[in-house]
């Protein structure tokens, strides 16, 4: 028998004063999957989680949890009653309850059935001596793990997390966001999390759905995201990226690097050659003599080093080619080269991104 998904949200679509704010957004998270809406600011995917959480109502589609409608045509079911946990940036604690009574907050069964979720979850977070503590007596990241064991208490089916961890310190954010990924997955939980950092997203997800203008417009695992961006704007989200343009003549198209095949455009259409800079390879000078070609690397072109800056675990060089438009390469560890210092550069063929001028659609 084929496992339902925790959560199916299918053609979900929500306006604000005629403005389309969700835009027939579709997705599924698994039990036990992470799933991160990624997105930058203001594409909709915190109005997306709030009509799954039940706290907006949508204007079309449906929200299904294990089978069952929880959002659609005249079903409207409340947010106490679909079984979700919410995890805010905020944190939301009661300032007034310790926390225990705060983990303990929303919990049924008798007292002694609390007392022993209470503590099995405060011993997960590492919480375990702070039970008589108040939240304003504690760090941001200890606030962030009490409201963790909160929204876990219930033993909710799906978690919904909103950018939980945007206002913690960078240094405690990566050691909390893998405790917090090691406790949601040993309790079964299916989780939505929303954010706008690639990084986070590439870290905690098994899934990715791409965010932009209200509507979901790539969804895969981090790694097939990463490496078949869907166009130059998804390309460009989840890093710096180098374009070289040109015109497709005989499904070719002539760059300073040789000629790379373009199939399925038309002769004369502009395309954008796509690169991230740590797939371009840099050798000496050398009098004047090019590397060899070869088939990984292509064809290797004089290019004069306008910056160079070293940033703690690699170095970034900026280059100006020879018909003035511009490159960034990095490298590993430290490699500063004089500006005006001129160097032989090739890109990875295999590493090369292929989409028509505007970076919209991909080909390639």
């Known amino acids: 028998m084929t496992e339902l998904p925790r959560l199916e949200v299918s053609n979900l679509t929500r306006s604000f004063g005629g403005r389309v704010v969700v835009n027939d957004v579709s997705l599924t998270v698994m039990p036990g999957q992470v799933t991160c809406l990624l997105g930058p600011s203001g594409c909709g995917k915190s109005t997306t989680l709030r009509l799954i959480a039940g706290v907006d109502r949508p204007d079309a589609g449906e929200v299904?949890?294990?089978?069952?409608?929880?959002?659609?045509?005249?079903?409207?079911?409340?947010?106490?009653?679909?079984?979700?946990?919410?995890?805010?940036?905020?944190?939301?604690?009661?300032?007034?309850?310790?926390?225990?009574?705060?983990?303990?907050?929303?919990?049924?069964?008798?007292?002694?059935?609390?007392?022993?979720?209470?503590?099995?979850?405060?011993?997960?977070?590492?919480?375990?001596?702070?039970?008589?503590?108040?939240?304003?007596?504690?760090?941001?990241?200890?606030?962030?793990?009490?409201?963790?064991?909160?929204?876990?208490?219930?033993?909710?089916?799906?978690?919904?997390?909103?950018?939980?961890?945007?206002?913690?310190?960078?240094?405690?954010?990566?050691?909390?966001?893998?405790?917090?990924?090691?406790?949601?997955?040993?309790?079964?939980?299916?989780?939505?999390?929303v954010t706008h950092e690639p990084e986070e997203a590439m870290r905690m997800a098994d899934e990715i759905a791409l965010m932009r203008g209200g509507r979901i417009v790539q969804r895969g695992a981090p790694y097939n995201i990463y490496n078949a961006p869907a166009d130059r704007e998804a390309a460009a989200f989840f890093s710096d990226i180098n374009v070289i343009e040109g015109t497709v003549q005989g499904a070719l198209t002539q760059t300073a690097f040789g000629q790379f095949l373009t199939p399925g455009y038309a002769d004369g259409a502009e395309v954008e050659i796509v690169i991230r800079p740590q797939h371009l390879s840099i050798d000496f000078y050398r009098d004047g003599q090019a590397p060899a070609p070869t088939p990984e690397h292509g064809v290797w072109a004089p290019a004069t080093v306008s910056r160079a800056r070293f940033v703690g675990t690699e170095s970034i060089v900026d280059f100006v080619m020879e018909d003035a438009s511009t490159l960034k390469a990095t490298i590993p560890n430290v490699f500063l080269p004089r500006p005006g210092t001129t160097l032989w550069i090739a890109i990875r063929r295999d590493r090369c991104f292929v989409f028509p001028a505007g970076g919209k659609s991909a080909q390639g």
Do not use: W
């Not at 949890?65 to 079984?83: F, I, K, N, Q, Y």
């Not at 209470?118 to 011993?123: G, I, N, Q, T, Y």
């Not at 008589?132 to 909160?150: K, M």
């Open 64 to 193: 299904r949890m294990d089978g069952a409608l929880m959002a659609g045509g005249s079903t409207m079911v409340p947010p106490e009653a679909r079984g979700t946990g919410l995890i805010f940036q905020d944190f939301a604690l009661f300032p007034h309850l310790s926390v225990s009574d705060n983990v303990a907050f929303g919990l049924k069964g008798t007292r002694t059935e609390k007392r022993l979720r209470v503590h099995e979850l405060l011993e997960k977070v590492g919480l375990a001596r702070y039970v008589d503590t108040f939240p304003h007596e504690l760090s941001g990241g200890e606030q962030q793990r009490v409201a963790l064991a909160r929204a876990l208490a219930p033993r909710p089916k799906i978690m919904l997390m909103d950018e939980p961890f945007s206002g913690l310190d960078n240094r405690l954010r990566d050691g909390i966001r893998d405790e917090t990924l090691a406790i949601l997955k040993e309790e079964g939980t299916a989780v939505l999390l």
